[in-house]
């Protein structure tokens, strides 16, 4: 037994778990994270080596080599918005006889940020400021936007929009297409949001950040902070992560 014992703390010393999160979090929702594991010993592999993490059913590395990395995917699911500062991670073996489950614990560092939970909403505002919905709305083009598709020359482009490497490899001449900014903006004031509460509010703000920031600028007001509008994937991060964070200070 001692000797099992030595060869069982043996295999799981050296390893050391990290998680790399996905670019978006929602609260409720499982998010793809991938889950790695280096073993640092100099010249022993690891086996049989079980991972879990949180609330997840873990992933099984059979064999992890000596001063190698090994990967996997792991689904976890927060059950609220805010900032989570570290998850803890469980790496376990039965080697090497299978009658006993060795195990560490680690606190692994992460700083996660974890948006409001998706609520489907329609912003309660008329005039310039209410979305435009339906089958006569259309998205712009424009040459100020992000990159959305890639189209065939026509003649009318400028030729700075000719994308040259995917033209090079085609019979036909292809150039970027970008949306257009000049969409009227759309500021989302929290507190006219239909809702039970503010977490309610904060996911239908959520949820109209993420379907119209990629098409036209959006702003929020959240009490008495006003942030400007803008648009595209980095902006709306940025405005997610304000309503994640909202009232927890």
């Known amino acids: 037994m001692s000797v099992t014992g030595m060869a069982g703390m043996s ?4 390893l050391v778990p990290s998680l790399i999160p996905p670019e978006e979090i929602f609260a409720g929702t499982a998010a793809p994270f991938r889950l790695c594991v280096r073993n640092g010993k100099r010249y022993l592999p690891s086996f049989l080596i079980r991972v879990e993490c949180q609330n997840s059913p873990g992933s099984t590395f059979p064999l992890i080599r000596q001063q190698t ?10 059950d609220r918005r805010g900032q989570i500062p570290a998850v803890k991670v469980t790496v376990s073996s039965t080697y090497p006889v299978g009658f006993f489950t060795r195990y560490w614990t680690f606190e692994v560092d992460t700083l996660l940020t974890v948006f409001p939970a998706p609520l489907a909403a329609s912003y309660p505002a008329g005039g310039v400021n ?3 919905t339906g089958s006569n709305y259309r998205r712009e083009r424009g040459l100020d936007g992000e990159l959305e598709r890639i189209d065939l020359y026509s003649g009318s482009e400028p030729l700075r929009m000719i994308h ?3 033209s090079a490899r085609s019979a036909d ?26 977490e ?7 949820w109209l950040v993420r379907r119209w920031v990629r098409e036209r600028p959006v702003g929020l007001v959240l009490g008495e902070r006003i942030i ?4 595209g994937r980095i902006h709306g991060r940025m405005l997610l ?3 994640a964070l909202y009232g927890l200070d």
């Open 164 to 166: 040259w490497k995917l």
């Open 173 to 198: 001449f292809l150039v970027k297409g970008f949306g257009s900014q000049s969409a009227t903006p759309l500021t989302i004031n929290v507190a006219d949001l239909p809702g039970r509460g503010v």
């Open 241 to 243: 992560a304000e309503l």
């Open 69 to 78: 990395l090994s990967e996997s995917s792991v689904m976890l699911t927060f």
């Open 11 to 14: 295999n799981i010393k050296g």
């Open 228 to 231: 400007t509008a803008g648009c």
């Open 200 to 206: 309610e509010r904060l996911s239908r703000a959520a």
């Open 130 to 132: 209410a979305p435009r």
